[in-house]
């Protein structure tokens, strides 16, 4: 990582375009450190979802009037920002309601491939007996249970590449694991409890030399780290506009534009076909293929302007200002008496988040004792049930920041966490 880090001003000028951070929670400035679940809007997002509401709102692709062209326009090229974004054609971008969805339709896709009549092209996506899912025990809920229905639905087997004790995906099972039966390998680029990040270019390599496809669950990467698909050679990725500075209710599916032509939809309808009969439908190429019935054209617009928004920024030097606010976390948590880091210890690569256990405490409550004092945090198992029954946990709590969090709100967080025990009469 070549670009130096955002500074400490340049974080505080950052923070006057995010309007919700400027307010108190039970009388004390709200410090925002969930930003791994739903990150906050600058006004420029906001203005521009006004803004298409205001002067453009009409449907796309169904119009010739001006307004419908108008709207059309942008939402192109909002795809073709949010494409670039990534390293990606617009033809290989499609728009769904968030990355959960997106997961659904390739699984879902697989399994209309293995079911019927489907063209030559198709049959490659079809699963039966004997045929191999590779997932690992760090998946994020929404990236083992699609796979685990498709197994059902197909007969597949799922199996799970294991984690080693200080949070890392155990490598040499994973080799072990991706053999000629392995027809996809569906893993995150990040964890969103650890905050490791994985070798992805060592994992596809392994996949793609047994013919297995590679399902990259980018959720917790694409907003923090530069992510070039391409340069990455996955032949899928996910992510959500909730997590980058985007509205709620919109995600992306990344496809090879090769792979997605040859998959069947997944919802059909509107808007996604050639020409219907009262028989028979035909459907259009994608993206389109896969985008049936009204689409969220606001979200859309409004998500290209927050990716300008990342770009302008610098995502190298947000990338390195979060691993900064990773290590602050991780090392000075570490140094609580009774708290438990879960994932890689101070030092190691990371996101620029902490998950954690207080011993003799229950998560909901350190979640409540530092929202007190205006803390933002996350609490639960994070849609990440059997990593927590992994690492001997029903919950934990997480802290993650972003290009808007501050030192000095870390260093607010961890005096809370040291008071957490006293509080509860533990130390």
């Not at 505080?12 to 969930?34: A, K, M, T």
Request: aromatic residues 8%.
């Amino acid at each position: 990582m070549t670009d130096s880090p955002l500074t400490d001003i340049e974080v505080l000028r950052i923070r006057n375009d995010f309007p919700v951070l400027h307010q108190e929670v039970n009388g004390s400035p709200l410090i925002y450190l969930d930003s791994g679940a739903t990150s906050q809007n600058p006004l420029s997002v906001m203005e521009a979802e006004q803004e298409f509401y205001e002067q453009r709102n009409a449907a796309v692709h169904r119009g010739a009037h001006w307004l419908a062209v108008e709207a059309t326009e942008a939402y192109e090229s909002a795809r073709a920002v949010v494409a670039s974004f990534i390293g990606a054609e617009e033809n290989e971008l499609v728009w769904t309601s968030n990355a959960t969805e997106a997961l659904n339709l390739l699984a879902y896709s697989f399994s209309n491939a293995s079911i019927g009549e489907v063209s030559t092209e198709a049959k490659r996506f079809a699963l039966g007996p004997g045929d191999e899912l590779l997932v690992t025990e760090m998946e994020h809920h929404a990236n083992l249970i699609p796979w685990q229905e498709l197994a059902r639905r197909t007969g597949a087997s799922l199996k799970f590449v294991p984690i080693t004790d200080d949070g890392e995906l155990d490598l040499e099972r994973a080799a072990e694991l991706i053999g000629p039966r392995t027809r996809i390998f569906a893993f995150s680029h990040a964890s969103n409890v650890l905050g490791t990040i994985n070798p992805v270019q060592q994992l596809v390599e392994l996949a793609h030399r047994v013919g297995a496809l590679v399902v990259l669950d980018a959720c917790q990467s694409v907003p923090h780290l530069p992510v070039d698909v391409k340069a990455l050679d996955v032949d899928f990725a996910v992510f959500s506009g909730h997590k980058m500075l985007a509205p709620t209710g919109i995600g992306a599916l990344y496809g090879r534009a090769e792979l997605l032509s040859a998959m069947p939809p997944f919802l059909t309808g509107g808007s996604m076909i050639t020409s219907v009969t009262m028989e028979s439908a035909g459907y259009l190429p994608p993206p389109q293929r896969f985008e049936a019935g009204t689409q969220r054209i606001s979200q859309a617009i409004a998500w290209a302007v927050a990716a300008n928004y990342l770009s302008e920024t610098g995502m190298s030097r947000i990338a390195a200002w979060e691993a900064q606010l990773g290590q602050l976390l991780v090392s000075g948590l570490a140094e609580i008496p009774g708290v438990r880091v879960l994932g890689p210890a101070p030092g190691v690569e990371r996101l620029g988040l902490a998950a954690f256990d207080v011993e003799g405490v229950h998560a909901h409550d350190v979640g409540q004792f530092l929202d007190d004092r205006g803390i933002a945090v996350r609490v639960g198992h994070h849609c990440a049930q059997p990593l927590h029954r992994r690492l001997g946990l029903t919950a934990s709590t997480r802290a993650s920041g972003y290009l808007y969090t501050t030192t000095a709100e870390v260093e607010a967080f961890l005096q809370g966490v040291s008071e957490v025990r006293g509080y509860f009469g533990l130390g």
